[in-house]
């Protein structure tokens, strides 16, 4: 089995950063894609940022220029750095990675979801 444990949520007012982080544990073999997603009241849960195995990153229209998304493969971790948050940014932030285990099946992992608040 593999579990994802996120941490860094938290509430900040607009203009703040924060640091979200997600680390993976368990029967891993490789990871692939680690990415970053949101869902807010009412609304439908969307991508924010992800980044392959090799150079690929993709970052929502939304927040490029204001989030990094990095990882970690020496620790199975991925980062969301959020920069210039604004209250629009306001959800329940979720990583998901994709997960080749040591039996050979390859599956998505989420998070547990980190709430993240943005006053205004």
């Known amino acids: 089995q593999v579990q994802l444990v996120e941490s860094g949520g938290g509430l900040v007012q607009a203009g703040g950063s924060l640091r979200l982080s997600c680390a993976a544990s368990?029967?891993?073999?490789?990871?692939?894609?680690m990415g970053w997603y949101r869902q807010a009241p009412g609304k439908q849960r969307e991508l924010v940022a992800r980044?392959?195995?090799?150079?690929?990153?993709y970052y929502a229209d939304s927040v490029k220029g204001r989030f990094t998304i990095s990882r970690d493969n020496a620790k199975n971790a991925v980062y969301l750095q959020m920069n210039s948050l604004k209250p629009e940014d306001t959800a329940v932030y979720y990583c998901?990675?994709?997960?080749?285990?040591?039996?050979?099946?390859?599956?998505?992992?989420w998070g547990q979801g980190t709430q993240v608040t943005v006053s205004s």
């Open positions: 368990g029967s891993i073999f490789s990871i692939n894609t």
């Open positions: 998901k990675m994709v997960v080749r285990t040591w039996l050979g099946d390859e599956n998505d992992y």
């Open positions: 980044v392959g195995s090799g150079v690929g990153i």
